[in-house]
């Protein structure tokens, strides 16, 4: 999954049961373009070897060292470095490219990553400018929650039905078009807390929170709860939790510090393979009495014209009928 704090990103995942966190940034106070990726890479007794760049070296005359390497044609060179990472990981150059070496190891360890660049004649302050750059353990803070992101809640008008007696009246609720995210409101699909509160989610990616004022005047309360989803298409509370059903996967939103925003985006579920044909959705989430997820997935194979049951705990996906179109 993935976590959100201020407007960083912390990845989370793994590679053959290797617990990897990884963050990236730009350095602004770089004297040329540079980005930074932090990674912490779990325990293993194997040693690992990670692709970093498929770019050759035009000038053979600069072997590099360990901990730095030049790439790229002279006069525009891309320069890699390890800053901090001691003898547990070094660069190394292969005919397809740079790689990144890693020792067995008994313990995580942080490896962190500056890649820039820019024009050979500044390469000597780029140098000077690694040897006293501090990055300090961006991973660890961001494994904290952080503050809100989307402001304070938006009220809109809510305009009950007059007191009938006739077996179907209307209620009229605002959505918040006029948004400072200038979020587009195409509601795709809702589902109820316990005590109330709605939760909806949009085609363009957002989750929202509806709890509603009591009377005399009553008001929608809107809170952004999640965004950046793919296409979400079907929505559950399930044990007070929100469940997204995207066209990529199903995500389990967590809000870890109670100020009404998610902090971290779990993959629940991700066996769904996402190509095929332009209209691909995944659509309409439901559940059985057993605590089952179903969806319909539309599109081509593999995954495309069926519908799919998802086991409670997410680990389970089985085609459970085929044929339907869109």
């Given at each position: 999954?993935?976590?959100?704090?201020?407007?960083?990103?912390?990845?989370?995942?793994?590679?053959?049961?290797?617990?990897?966190?990884?963050?990236?940034?730009?350095?602004?106070?770089?004297?040329?373009?540079?980005?930074?990726?932090?990674?912490?890479?779990?325990?293993?007794?194997?040693?690992?070897a990670y692709k970093l760049s498929d770019l050759r070296d035009a000038d053979r005359s600069d072997?590099?060292?360990?901990?730095?390497?030049?790439?790229?044609?002279?006069?525009?060179?891309?320069?890699?470095?390890?800053?901090?990472?001691?003898?547990r990981a070094s660069l190394r150059r292969h005919d397809d490219g740079l790689w990144l070496h890693?020792?067995?190891?008994?313990?995580?360890?942080?490896?962190?990553?500056?890649?820039?660049?820019?024009?050979?004649?500044?390469?000597?302050?780029?140098?000077?400018?690694?040897?006293?750059?501090?990055?300090?353990?961006?991973?660890?803070?961001?494994?904290?929650?952080?503050?809100?992101?989307?402001?304070?809640?938006?009220?809109?008008?809510?305009?009950?039905?007059?007191?009938?007696?006739?077996?179907?009246?209307?209620?009229?609720?605002?959505?918040?078009?006029?948004?400072?995210?200038?979020?587009?409101?195409?509601?795709?699909?809702?589902?109820?807390?316990?005590?109330?509160?709605?939760?909806?989610?949009?085609?363009?990616?957002?989750?929202?929170?509806?709890?509603?004022?009591?009377?005399?005047?009553?008001?929608?309360?809107?809170?952004?709860?999640?965004?950046?989803?793919?296409?979400?298409?079907?929505?559950?509370?399930?044990?007070?939790?929100?469940?997204?059903?995207?066209?990529?996967?199903?995500?389990?939103?967590?809000?870890?510090?109670?100020?009404?925003?998610?902090?971290?985006?779990?993959?629940?579920?991700?066996?769904?393979?996402?190509?095929?044909?332009?209209?691909?959705?995944?659509?309409?989430?439901?559940?059985?009495?057993?605590?089952?997820?179903?969806?319909?997935?539309?599109?081509?194979?593999?995954?495309?014209?069926?519908?799919?049951?998802?086991?409670?705990?997410?680990?389970?996906?089985?085609?459970?009928?085929?044929?339907?179109?869109?």
């Amino acid at each position: 999954g993935l976590r959100l704090v201020d407007w960083q990103v912390l990845l989370l995942y793994a590679v053959d049961q290797i617990e990897i966190s990884e963050t990236v940034w730009f350095a602004t106070e770089a004297p040329v373009d540079t980005i930074v990726r932090q990674l912490e890479i779990g325990p293993s007794v194997k040693s690992l070897a990670y692709k970093l760049s498929d770019l050759r070296d035009a000038d053979r005359s600069d072997p590099g060292t360990r901990q730095r390497q030049t790439l790229g044609s002279a006069d525009k060179a891309t320069t890699l470095a390890l800053i901090g990472s001691g003898d547990r990981a070094s660069l190394r150059r292969h005919d397809d490219g740079l790689w990144l070496h890693l020792a067995p190891r008994a313990q995580s360890t942080t490896v962190t990553l500056a890649a820039s660049r820019g024009v050979a004649s500044r390469a000597q302050e780029f140098a000077d400018w690694l040897g006293g750059y501090e990055p300090g353990d961006q991973i660890a803070r961001l494994r904290r929650s952080g503050p809100r992101r989307w402001g304070a809640p938006l009220s809109t008008e809510v305009q009950q039905a007059a007191a009938t007696d006739q077996a179907y009246v209307l209620d009229e609720i605002g959505l918040p078009f006029d948004n400072p995210h200038q979020a587009l409101l195409f509601i795709s699909s809702l589902d109820f807390f316990d005590d109330g509160r709605a939760a909806l989610c949009t085609a363009h990616g957002d989750v929202w929170v509806v709890r509603f004022s009591k009377p005399p005047r009553q008001e929608a309360i809107w809170q952004r709860f999640a965004t950046g989803l793919y296409q979400p298409l079907g929505i559950q509370v399930v044990d007070g939790q929100i469940v997204v059903l995207g066209r990529d996967q199903l995500t389990r939103l967590h809000d870890e510090n109670g100020d009404g925003e998610a902090d971290y985006y779990e993959s629940f579920n991700n066996d769904l393979e996402v190509f095929g044909q332009d209209h691909a959705f995944a659509m309409r989430l439901e559940r059985d009495p057993d605590g089952n997820f179903y969806f319909l997935k539309s599109g081509a194979a593999p995954h495309g014209s069926a519908l799919y049951r998802l086991s409670p705990d997410g680990a389970i996906l089985e085609r459970y009928a085929t044929g339907f179109r869109h």
